[in-house]
Structure formats: C-alpha cells, structure tokens
C-alpha cells in the first residue's frame, strides 16, 4: 500500500516538474513574441527561434512563435521550420539524453554569426539565455505560492 | 530481445492502420514531394529505457504527428486536424493502453508535444507523444 502511495507520489511531482519545464518555454516564447528583443531586420530570425524541452532525450514540448507562410531563402535555398525540427528530435538522445533540459534553438543559419559579432554580439547566449532563467525563476516561484 | 526486434513505429502503423486509419503512414519513408493533402508520420522520440528489475522491458516514445495541408487563403484547415485527432480520441479513450505484438501503446500524459504552422511546408502539424513498453 505504502509503495502505491510513493509511485502516486513520484507521479505527481514529475508532472509538476514537467509543468514548470513546459510553463517556462511557452513564457520564453511569449517575451520573444511580445517585444523586440530579437535583432530584427526581417523579422525571420524571430520566426525561426524555438523552445524546447527535454526530459532525458526524449522531446516532451516544442514551442515556436511563427506561423510561417513562407520561407526563409538564404544562398537560394529555402530553409522552413522543418529543418529545425528534425534537428530537435536528432539532438534529444546525443546532448540532451539526461535529465531535463530547456533548449533554444535557432533555424537559421546566420544566428550564430548574429551571436558571435557585430552590434548584438552576445544576444542569444548572454542577454536572452539570462533572461531565460530569470523566467524561470519567475515561473518556479509561481509554483511554490501557497493558495 | 534483440535491438533488431524492436520496431515500434512499425508496430504502431499497424495498429492504426487496423483501427481504421485511412490516411498514410509514413515511419522514416516520407517522400520529399509529393506528399498526399493529409499524412501520419511516426519517428522514435528519444532513446529506449530499460527497467533492469525486469530484463528485457524496454519503454520509450513515439512521436506522431498529424499533418494537414492549409486551405488555399493559407489558414489552417481546423475541421480536418480535428476530425483525425479524433480518431486518436477513440483509440486511446480515458487513458486506454493499446496492445500489439508485444507493445502497449498509450498516450503521454502530457501528450501534445505541438501544434501549429511552420513545421512543414504548406501543412499544419500536431505532434503527439504515444509512449510504448515491449516485454
């Protein structure tokens, strides 16, 4: 009886963690969609950021802000959000196969240069990845209020 | 068990395929052209759990996804993503497991993993976590 009541117990609070995983990505998403944080010039590198959660490789939530019509052509291909998911479910298992894990991801190529140099040097990996855990915060904090 | 046995997306194909399932079913064979208004793919979501108190289980995940093509003003056509989401209602009806083969198949609790535009050209997708366990 004691064992059925630990596994409801263990059940539970893995859904909570879940909750609070899946809570922060879709805020993440909302303050990506609600200003201009994102360097934009087009609007793309927008479109093709998404949110990701893992528990233990296995993709559990993916959030995306776009409601792409068209693609994004770069060197005359053109590059959709399928690209991006394929990478999502190919990276679960290799860099994400333990424990949970809240993963930003861009599609578009010259993301990384957006990153690496030029007036918003340092955007996705300082300024944003810092605000992805004072959401969190946030959000945990919420699940912690006693009603 | 052998790690060649264990092909649950092919599993899965069947089941639906059996419940009645009439659009097509694609496990790691999708074409990249011309694909038909609405398709059902299947790939393995992460990687295989083993419970070592009882050698040989294996449980892992299925990612299904429900893709419908976008009307021709380019929204997306909500009378056919929920008619075929309904048949996943009924298969999978107040947390019912499905058994095949060895499987059991179930939905994850929390089971929608997206839903959406952006994920493939010109199509709508939800995606779908089924969990399965084969002893």
Known sequence: ?147 | MKLSDINPTGVLKQVLTDYGVTQKIYTGDKPTSGLPDEYIELRQNGGLKTNLTKMGLVQGYVLLSINVKLLTTGGRNTVRENIILSTFDGLFKDGAAVSSDGYVFSLDPGNIVYSGGGIYEGYSTKLINITFRKS
């Not at chain 1, 609070?20 to 087009?42: H, M, N, Q, W």
């Not at chain 1, 990701?52 to 409601?67: A, D, E, I, S």
Request: proline content about 3%.
């Open chain 1, 1 to 147: 009886m004691a064992q059925i009541d630990f596994k409801e117990f263990y059940r539970d609070i893995d859904m909570l963690t879940e909750n609070i995983l899946v809570d922060t990505a879709e805020a993440v998403i909302r303050y990506i969609e609600s200003s201009d944080v994102i360097p934009v010039d087009t609007h793309n590198l927008k479109d093709s950021t998404g949110v990701g959660v893992y528990r233990n490789g296995t993709l559990k939530k993916f959030v995306m802000p776009r409601k792409a019509k068209e693609p994004r052509i770069i060197n005359w291909v053109a590059i959709w959000g399928e690209d991006m998911i394929d990478h999502v479910l190919n990276t679960g298992m290799s860099n994400y196969g333990n424990g949970d894990h809240i993963v930003l991801f861009s599609s578009m190529p010259y993301a990384e240069d957006v990153d690496s140099s030029g007036r918003n040097s340092g955007f996705f990996t300082d300024m944003l990845s810092t605000e992805f855990e004072l959401i969190l915060d946030e959000i945990v904090k919420l699940y912690g209020k006693k009603s």
